[in-house]
């Protein structure tokens, strides 16, 4: 471990919709400069933890601290003030709006006018160029083109571009390389590792876990909503681990019975 | 080729419908109606009616684009002419004003909170209260006559608020006018109005970006309200007398200006000039019918015509524009 | 009882067994009277067949907005044509009127994939012109005739004291109950409206499915019409003016989800029983009559909200 304190320290939490009970008890450590993978089945429970981590979702019982702070209200504008940034999987893009207006939703930069807030034009269109350019959209995309026109692929790379642009303390990884190409899946993969390498916490989940075995220092496995796993991946093999998500869990039981 | 070129266009102004139906009427109703339509007269009447309705068609056009919809406009409607009326007497119509405004942004908060705390649908929320307040109003107006002789409606403020004409036009032109300056000016060009658009685009993505859905909401219903209350005081101060069912059906006439001018129900795209354009197409007609002669009866079954009518023309023009 | 719970009318159930508690408490003498209940059940019954219809849309997840009007029309239409087509053929006409409407709607909604909501409010309007327009304001009455014809007295005469229209109601409710949850109409109207994508991808044809709806909501409408017009035979252009929103109100107080998909035909009538017996009991407790409006809108926000609380707390996701 880097230091003692975990940036985001996640206790006892369970969480239900309505009568399902969608998180079981979990509780887990995530600390600065680590890539943790979270793995688990369609259903598990990985999106559903990180969407709590990212303030959408109030659990119903347990904590959550970051960087030594309870959180009390989970919002995720609070989240991202505080420097949680997060890839979503579905969610993150309005179609209706400009890639500039998308990039900057919730933060738009101004400049004031009579201390009327105006929104920054120039500003916002400069830097979203800037990064889908980066990105390697096609070349008739420009910033004020609206979503609706982007491919999968292009949705995503906007999406982690916005992330990697606005990198703070933690980035969250929600299935990042689904709808990308091989080339895109490996520009993606090392960002994860050079964001992690400038010490910030990287949490990147997949059901994937022979990718994530080659990135990550941790692998957290879920199942059913409950926390299954938690090695790393300099102990035990891609294929051990494959071996606990088919078991659901139950040849860490064993082991813990011995 | 030409019309290859219009698709992106058409793709980013949906509004551009309605200025093409509007500019055929136009020239449809000036040719045929032997100048009693296309008169300056006449068309100040029709502005008159575009102003009253257009405000109220610009917050209903706002609270589309969050992805919701308030149909109790036509009730505040009324309960704003039945404020400013009530107080412009006692008081002064300055003081007047503010007290509509009050009344509309107080129904439009209350609006606002039922649809974002508990989460039900707009339509019946608004639905329900459009009904609460419609049956105020004629509440109010049994037991008093809410009422201004014209011989006391002298003074600049009357003039100021519907009551007076302004280079031949009346004030609340202007109002409408500066209404949609500033509205425009908020939904284009600053954070508000980029906000409004993504809640009405996708709400949970807006959610994600840490946009707060619920307070964008109440503010949309708010700004309606007011509108809607403000547009009935303009109403009252040219008419001078209001009764308990002033501002009926009003509500689905700016839903179909709204509708008219390409403001997309699901949400997230709106225009305001359009349901602007759309306001004044409906008067247009009204007005046509009217200096033409032919019985008042056909408006309603024309109106309704040319909402579908309208509807299905903006979808598939907006369809072909997505064509490649 | 279990079903009892779950179904979507338990709102419904709740609401009357409150508002009989509440009435009998305030005005005891006044309410329990046969002339009350013979009054308040009959309009329930008229009301009901628009509620019914307006539910069954809302399954399929529209909406429709015309129903006012199309009751309206139907009832106009009957009264002005019996003098030409006589008695059952001035009904099948009025009736065929009211499909044609459903059908076009319908059409508009499905094939021109626009909002039921527009199309409806087109609807609203549109038939309300040709009310205006045809009968130019003037009111019609029945001859002495026609209200006497043995079809006017089935629709409008009474049986034991007890008004037709509650029978027809029993009846037809108890038609569309099997239709709904015995058939496999039922089954695919609840489904699309639960998830179009789901039984478009089962094989069902929404597209007919919500198009039933629409001719079916303004049938029954138009059925609710002629009902009222054989009870009292004069018509007036303002014939079922606001009805579409005390429809909506009371499909939705009854338990209907505007999400689709759930719904209720007894909620849809005991809905509709609250709305009347609400505005009778103000009128007859002396409150100016403009406060029902007032009162009908309050009941349907708590009604909904209610509602929701209640599916939430059974654990439906809504």
């Known amino acids: 471990m880097t230091n003692n304190q975990p940036l985001i320290q996640v206790r006892n939490l369970d969480l239900y919709f309505g009568a399902f009970h969608a998180l079981k008890n979990v509780s887990v450590d995530f600390h600065a400069g680590e890539l943790v993978g979270l793995v688990g089945d369609n259903g ?119 992330a990697v642009e606005f990198k703070n303390r933690v980035v969250i990884m929600d299935e990042p390389t689904n709808h990308l190409s091989v080339r895109e899946r490996e520009h993606v993969n090392e960002l994860a590792v050079q964001l992690k390498e400038q010490g910030l916490l990287v949490i990147y989940i997949t059901h994937d876990i022979f990718q994530v075995h080659k990135l990550a220092d941790r692998i957290v496995i879920m199942e059913n909503g409950e926390k299954v796993a938690d090695a790393m991946t300099d102990s035990m093999s891609a294929e051990e681990l494959e071996e606990v998500i088919r078991q659901g869990g139950r040849v860490i039981e064993k082991q813990e019975a011995v | 080729m030409a019309l290859q070129a219009a698709k992106p266009l058409i793709r980013r102004h949906s509004e551009l419908g309605i200025f093409l139906i509007g500019a055929v009427l136009i020239v449809i109703f000036a040719t045929t109606s032997e100048g009693r339509w296309a008169n300056l007269y006449n068309i100040g009447t029709i502005l008159q009616m575009t102003a009253t309705l257009g ?27 039945l404020a400013y009326l009530w107080l412009a007497m006692q008081i002064d119509p300055v003081v007047a004003v503010f007290a509509a405004l009050a009344v509309g942004a107080a129904i439009g908060l209350f609006n606002g909170l039922l649809v974002t705390r508990s989460g039900t649908p707009s339509l019946i929320i608004t639905l329900g209260t459009l009904m609460i307040f419609r049956g105020i109003a004629i509440a109010l107006t049994e037991g008093f006559s809410f009422s201004i002789p014209y011989a006391d409606r002298k003074g600049w403020a009357y003039f100021l608020f519907g009551g007076g004409e302004f280079l031949r036009f009346n004030t609340a032109l202007y109002w409408l006018i500066g209404a949609l300056v500033v509205l425009m000016i908020v939904l284009k060009a600053m954070p508000f109005g980029n906000r409004l658009l993504a809640v009405g685009g ?81 008067s247009s007609i009204q007005s046509y019918l009217v200096v033409t002669g032919v019985r008042p009866q056909w408006f309603l079954l024309i109106l309704g015509l040319v909402v579908v009518i309208a509807a299905y023309g903006d979808r598939t023009l907006r369809q072909w524009a997505l064509k490649k | ?284 407790l002396g409150a100016p009559s403009s406060w029902y409006i007032t009162f009908v809108g309050a009941v349907l926000i708590v009604a909904v909200i209610f509602n929701q609380k209640l599916a939430r707390f059974l654990g439906h996701s809504v």
Not at chain 3, 237 to 255: C, D, H, Q, R
């Open chain 1, 44 to 162: 598990a429970g990985k999106t559903t933890l990180i969407r709590v981590l990212c303030g959408i979702h109030t659990p119903t019982s347990g904590e959550v601290f970051f960087d030594g702070r309870k959180i009390v209200k989970f919002h995720p504008k609070l989240a991202i003030d505080q420097g949680i940034e997060t890839i979503q999987q579905s969610v993150g893009l309005c179609d209706n709006l400009s890639i500039a207006r998308n990039f900057y939703l919730g933060r738009e930069p101004v400049k004031r006018f009579l201390g009327v807030p105006f929104l920054d034009f120039s500003r916002m269109r400069d830097m979203s160029t800037k990064v889908i350019r980066q990105f390697g959209l096609r070349d008739n995309v420009s910033a004020d083109d609206e979503v609706e026109r982007l491919s999968g692929g292009e949705r995503q790379s906007v999406k982690i571009g916005r």
């Open chain 2, 55 to 81: 405000l109220m068609s610009l917050g209903v056009a706002l609270v589309i684009g969050t992805g919701e919809i308030d149909i109790s406009v036509g009730s505040t409607f009324g309960m704003g002419a």
């Open chain 3, 1 to 284: 009882m279990k079903q009892l719970v779950r179904s979507q009318g338990l709102g419904a159930i709740i609401g009357v067994a409150v508002m009989l508690a509440a009435f009998t408490l305030i005005d005891f003498s006044g309410w329990w009277t046969i002339q009350t209940l013979a009054n308040v059940t009959q309009f329930t019954a008229i009301l009901a067949f628009v509620a019914i219809g307006q539910a069954l849309v809302i399954m399929t997840r529209e909406i429709d907005l015309s129903v006012g009007s199309v009751y309206g029309l139907a009832g106009v239409a009957f009264i002005t044509l019996e003098p030409a087509l006589g008695v059952p053929g001035s009904f099948l006409v009025a009736m065929a009127m009211a499909a044609f409407v459903g059908v076009l709607q319908g059409v508009a909604v499905v094939k021109g994939q626009l909002p039921s909501m527009i199309v409806t409010l087109g609807g609203l309007f549109a038939v309300r012109g040709v009310i205006y327009v045809w009968t130019g304001g003037a009111i019609h009455n029945f001859s002495a005739d026609a209200r006497l014809h043995p079809l006017t007295r089935l629709f409008g005469g009474e049986l034991l004291g007890i008004e037709a229209a509650i029978f027809w109601l029993v009846f037809v409710a108890g038609l569309l109950s099997v239709v709904l949850w015995r058939m496999p109409f039922g089954n695919r109207l609840l489904a699309t409206g639960g998830s179009r994508e789901s039984a478009e991808s089962r094989g069902v044809r929404t597209d007919r499915v919500k198009i039933w709806a629409f001719v079916l909501c303004s049938l029954l409408a138009g059925f609710a019409g002629i009902l009222t017009l054989c009870n009292q035979p004069q018509t007036h252009v303002t014939l079922g003016e606001n009805m579409e929103l005390e429809a909506i109100a009371a499909a939705v107080i009854g338990g209907c989800l505007l999400s689709g998909g759930r719904g209720s035909i007894l909620g849809a009538i005991l809905g509709a029983l609250i709305v009347v017996s609400f505005r009778y009991e103000l009128i007859a």
């Open chain 2, 202 to 282: 996708s709400a949970e993505s807006a959610h994600s970006r840490g946009v707060r859905v619920d307070r964008v909401k109440l503010v949309t219903f708010v700004i309606c309200g007011m509108l809607a209350a403000f547009a009935g005081a303009l109403e009252a101060g040219k008419l001078g007398f209001a009764d308990g069912s002033m501002g009926r059906l009003m509500e689905l006439q700016a839903i179909a200006a709204c509708v008219l001018g390409g403001c997309l129900l699901a949400g997230g795209r709106i225009s305001l000039p359009g349901a602007l354009m759309g306001a004044f197409v409906l």
